[in-house]
């Protein structure tokens, strides 16, 4: 999978008012900055720095990141729905790569 693929999985159903669980993975290095040990010189840091989660384009959290992050995250939150539409996470890493997932979820 190349960097920033992501995977999002939202119930397709669900009751109103009842709390889901939004789940991600992100395929990412994560990499921390380092020594290159065959020329000694200093690698810069590349990891993802923000993550934020909307529902029918209104905020619903935003996860500030860093290198201290295990390379390829999981990541699941807790969201009440009251209606049907459209869950979407949008991320970003500090050498400006920007990516976008969505996924639908119908409630009853």
């Given amino acids: 999978m190349a960097v920033g693929t992501g995977i999002l999985r939202v119930p397709k ?8 669980r ?6 990412h290095p994560m990499n921390p900055a380092r020594k290159d040990p065959q020329t ?7 990891h993802l720095t923000k993550l934020d989660l909307l529902f029918n384009d209104k905020l619903v959290s935003t996860i500030n990141m860093g290198a201290g992050v295990s390379a390829n995250p999981f990541i699941a939150i807790a969201m ?11 991320y970003e890493d500090n050498k400006g790569g920007k990516w976008e997932k969505t996924a639908e979820i119908k409630v009853s």
């Fill in 13 to 20: 159903e669900a009751k109103k008012g009842e709390i889901i």
């Fill in 40 to 46: 000694g010189q200093t690698v810069p840091a590349y």
């Fill in 22 to 27: 939004v789940q991600m993975v992100i395929t």
């Fill in 80 to 90: 009440k729905v009251e209606e049907s539409g459209v869950v979407k996470i949008a």
